[in-house]
């Protein structure tokens, strides 16, 4: 089992910017993927950035150049620093493990963007 916490999320004004950090603990093994996905009222969940174990990250076209993810093997955590908030950032923001056929998710973590 791995238990994936957020963080972070809040209220901002759109152009404001944003840092949301996961901290994942239990069993992790193999070279495991950590991301950030997000899902608004009546839409699908939607990839924002993926990590790999050696750092190589993976954006969403609707952040890329606004959003930047990072990750911290020593404290277990990767981190979302998003720029430029646009009101359609709206979502609740789900951290992800992934290795195989395995997949963790965290509780969420809601983020408001007001125009």
């Known amino acids: 089992q791995v238990q994936l916490v957020e963080s972070g999320g809040a209220l901002v004004q759109a152009g404001g910017s944003l840092r949301l950090s996961c901290a994942a603990s239990g069993n992790m093994f193999g070279f495991y993927i950590m991301g950030w996905y997000r899902q608004a009222p009546g839409k699908q969940r939607e990839l924002v950035a993926t990590i790999t174990y050696g750092g190589t990250p993976t954006y969403g076209d609707s952040v890329k150049g606004r959003f930047t993810i990072s990750r911290d093997h020593v404290k277990n955590t990767v981190s979302l620093e998003m720029n430029s908030l646009k009101p359609e950032d709206t979502a609740v923001y789900y951290c992800?493990?992934?290795?195989?056929?395995?997949?963790?998710w965290g509780q969420g973590t809601q983020v408001t963007v007001s125009s």
């Open positions: 992800n493990y992934h290795w195989g056929e395995i997949n963790y």
